[in-house]
């Protein structure tokens, strides 16, 4: 007979035996060995049984087993030692105590999605393991971070395949009571936030907290009593349902979450964030709660909407519009009407900040990146070339500057190197890892012998090869196959043999599938006589995603070939539990994503982390750090629009690199030095780069800290808001004024020589503004074949002189410091002390049209 409901019921623990429950209590356990080494030995079976769960493991030991351990005066040492070592770790002083100065009181992080342990299924794929290691890699160096997303009751989803081959999806229970959280209480009551919906309708959540080493994170449930069956639904699942659906999510994610860090914060006496950091746009809704939570104090909009954008930071994932969520505007209207959402935040202002109001946009759908990015002061993508694709892709918002000039920075992301790094690796090569610290965190790899390094990576390769035989084996018997014929699993891949890892999420622009453009080749090389490689491939297609399912079918029937199945494997089901062995486990990551496609792509540096050389298109993170030390680059055809024959050449380069370059590295002697070579230089050199620490000290730095300030400034007393506020409504209402007259060169001479400089005078008019309404700057440096500067130098212009009818003589000076085609210009731009970018209100006013028969014929922009 089928249960109605389950729940897990945790058990008493004797009183000696408290500080385990301390200890599963904190995630840190998650990516720290000694912790773990002390619940393999409350029962070391069931651990492994349990698949490193120490809430199952503790639910499951037997009573007799837990008073032994309570009289075991050893293991309670032991136990002691591990609670006094957490401790010290949650209350000691770390980098950004000691070093940073504690400039920000608190940083609120909303997301989506949180990978941080297997045990807590609440993620996809990238971007909530990034967001996770984001938390760790925060909790390491100190930073008061609030982490805030959902708890989604059946998390994504699990994958098996039928026997065809096809993916299969299943949405197992996550217990509550059954994980390592707990809910917060507002007294003897569960707290509780309230989003009010269309129809009367109410949205309830209860807040559930995982304590990620010192960082909480506060998760809303909406499974309660109180709602209706539909909003008990709302956090049923991650990524799934109708679009009414997702924006219910993205509503209880943004507007509850605001109130949620409200009621941690009073409840907990914790300092209220100064800075909230939108992972994505799934969460933008919050800046539109906070602007409601001033104009309910009494605030104008625009004073509100300052003070919200000025202590937001938007970090965007996605290198293409079809990834981003946009919802219709009839849905937006209902859900923020004033009889839903309040009065004090006007509705027509909120469908301004999501508008595509721009050249080659649609007027009817509401955009949560365009609202992102209007809602924060400060954005950023996540590795260089992203940044530049995401200045490109969201331009239109700032049409008067080249995308060049576009705010949107990049920060490039990292990995949480406690998490990923093998023990074994971490025990040759790391120190300190728990510090957050990158110098000096390799010194140990010096001191390792070639033959060690090796090794161990024949270690770390077959512990691999073992858990994919147990997991392809399950997998086997799951798609209908019988024990008595699966024999041949247990000599399906060889621990000395070239492993090759692939693995990520199956959407096509990652082509799972490229490596099988030519078979026959790609079995030569799975079956090569001297110099055979051996592939491990994991990944998930969306559950809507029939074309990533037909994608996953043609590889599995490929690796299904009793021909080549015991060289390429198809392992289902990838997460954190699969990725652990899998990074320390190959000896070659392989990335052959569609450039510039790839945000960034962190498995590459997981894998780098362990000793594996990166085999990769130059996209994303492998772009700008790519080092043929660390790897291989892939060469890629961008720029074909045919892209078949794009495949094709890639394919073939693809082969060509691992018949002549990698294999024979890999296969050079028993202990193959150059391998070694560039191992030990990937780690040493790379390393430090790819570190989640490095990562988050960046966004300290140079996003957390100037948000801080400017929320600061802007909330003080909010007269700086609301002169800001008024003082952009007066620059917009007068720039169609502001126009260059004039621009000369003084100081030219007949031939301009290298070195020269000359002097550069802009006569400007600013019709209603004044001179401390703006800066003109002067932009120079190397032309193309259009006339477009390059690489531009940004100087301002001085103040010189002012005549009648508000015009003005601005006067600077120009260094020719290159040779060949030299061009320049001038531009006038919005100038306040509290803006971050001059472009961030979208105005720039430049030089009349050289061919207009009514402008002076002067050298504006002329080259030389």
């Not at 060049?404 to 093998?422: C, F, L, M, Q, Y």
């Not at 959407?507 to 051996?534: E, V, W």
């Amino acid at each position: 007979m089928r249960a109605i409901r389950r729940f897990s019921v945790r058990p008493v623990l004797p009183e000696p035996l408290t500080g385990l429950g301390t200890l599963v209590n904190n995630l840190r356990w998650a990516w720290h060995p000694e912790t773990q080494d002390v619940f393999e030995a409350v029962d070391p079976q069931l651990w492994r049984t349990t698949g490193g769960d120490p809430v199952k493991l503790l639910g499951e030991v037997p009573a007799a087993r837990l008073d032994e351990l309570a009289n075991d005066q050893a293991f309670l040492r032991r136990l002691e030692l591990a609670v006094s070592d957490l401790n010290a770790y949650v209350t000691g002083e770390r980098w950004f105590q000691a070093d940073a100065g504690t400039p920000v009181s608190s940083v609120a992080y909303f997301s989506p999605e949180f990978g941080i342990t297997h045990v807590l299924p609440q993620y996809s794929g990238g971007l909530g393991i990034l967001a996770g290691d984001h938390l760790k890699a925060a909790s390491d160096l100190g930073v008061p971070l609030i982490g805030v997303g959902l708890l989604y009751r059946h998390g994504y989803f699990g994958q098996s395949l039928n026997r065809e081959g096809w993916q299969q999806e299943r949405y197992p229970l996550v217990d509550p009571d059954g994980l390592p959280i707990s809910l917060l209480r507002d007294g003897d009551a569960p707290a509780t936030v309230t989003v009010t919906l269309p129809g009367g309708r109410e949205l309830h959540a209860q807040i559930f907290i995982a304590q990620v080493g010192r960082v909480p994170l506060l998760m809303l449930d909406s499974d309660m009593e109180e709602n209706e069956p539909a909003e008990r639904e709302v956090t049923d699942r991650l990524y799934g349902g109708t679009t009414e659906h997702r924006l219910l999510q993205e509503l209880l994610l943004g507007v509850g979450g605001v109130r949620a860090v409200r009621t941690y914060c009073r409840i907990t006496s914790h300092p209220a964030p100064e800075a909230f950091h939108t992972n994505e746009g799934h969460a933008g809704f919050l800046g539109v709660e906070r602007i409601r939570e001033l104009a309910e104090s009494g605030h104008d909009f625009d004073t509100a909407l300052e003070v919200a954008r000025g202590g937001t930071v938007f970090t965007t994932h996605t290198p293409v519009p079809a990834g981003i969520d946009r919802f219709p505007v009839e849905l937006i209207q209902q859900h923020f009407s004033p009889d839903v959402f309040g009065d004090g935040v006007p509705i027509d202002r909120i469908l301004e900040l999501g508008a595509e109001d721009f050249e080659g946009g649609d007027p009817a759908v509401f955009n949560m990146a365009i609202m992102g990015l209007r809602l924060a002061q400060r954005a950023n993508g996540v590795s260089k070339l992203h940044g530049v694709v995401s200045r490109g892709m969201f331009s239109g918002l700032w049409p008067s500057f080249d995308s060049s000039d576009v705010p949107i920075t990049s920060i490039t992301n990292g990995v949480h190197a406690p998490t990923w790094v093998a023990r074994e690796i971490s025990q040759l090569t790391y120190a300190n890892a728990d510090q957050g610290d990158s110098e000096g965190m390799f010194e140990g790899l010096d001191k390792t012998t070639d033959a060690q390094l090796w090794e161990t990576k024949r270690i770390l390769r077959q512990r691999f090869i073992d858990d994919t035989r147990a997991r392809v084996r399950a997998s086997w018997i799951n798609r209908g196959a019988s024990e008595a014929e699966l024999g041949w699993v247990d000599s399906i891949l060889d621990p000395d043999v070239l492993t090759v890892g692939f693995a990520r999420r199956v959407p096509s622009y990652k082509r799972l599938t490229l490596m099988l453009r030519d078979p026959a080749r790609l079995k030569a090389l799975l079956l090569h006589p001297q110099r055979p490689i051996q592939i491990v491939i994991a990944g998930k297609a969306h559950p809507a995603d029939e074309g990533g399912k037909k994608l996953i079918q043609e590889m599995v029937r490929f690796a299904d070939d009793p021909e080549v199945r015991h060289r390429i494997v198809f392992v289902p089901d990838y997460d954190i539990a699969l990725a652990q062995p899998m990074y320390p486990g190959c000896d070659v990551w392989l990335n052959n994503p569609l450039r510039p496609y790839e945000a960034c792509g962190t498995s590459g540096m997981k894998a780098a982390l362990n000793g594996a050389l990166n085999l990769s298109i130059r996209d994303g993170w492998w772009d700008e750090w790519y080092d043929d030390e660390f790897g291989w680059a892939i060469p890629s055809a961008e720029g074909i629009e045919d892209t078949d024959r794009r495949d094709d050449l890639e394919a073939h380069a693809l082969y060509d690199l691992i018949e002549k370059q990698v294999a024979p590295r890999f296969y050079d002697g028993e202990v193959p030095g150059r391998w070694i070579e560039m191992l030990r230089h990937t780690i040493k050199e790379l390393g430090p780069k790819v570190l989640a620490t490095r990562m988050v000290r960046d966004y300290v730095q140079r996003l957390y800290v100037p948000a801080a300030q400017s929320s600061r400034q802007l909330n003080s007393t909010y007269d700086g808001a609301r002169e800001l506020a008024d003082w952009k409504k007066k620059v917009r209402s007068a720039w169609s004024a502001v126009r260059v007259d004039h621009v000369e060169l003084q100081g030219l001479g007949d031939v301009p020589q290298l070195g020269t400089t000359v002097g550069i005078r802009a006569f400007v008019t600013l019709g209603e503004l004044t001179p401390a309404d703006i800066d003109v700057e002067a932009l120079h440096g190397r032309v193309d074949t259009n006339d477009e500067i390059t690489d531009a130098v940004r100087e301002s212009l001085s103040l010189a002189e002012t005549y009648e009818g508000n015009r003005h003589r601005f006067e600077g000076e120009l260094k020719l410091d290159r040779t060949g085609p030299f061009g320049y210009t001038v531009r006038v731009v919005p100038k306040h002390p509290m803006l971050a970018s001059p472009a961030e209100l979208g105005l720039a006013a430049g030089p009349s049209d050289p061919e207009d028969p009514n402008t002076p014929d002067l050298p504006v922009g002329s080259e030389f």
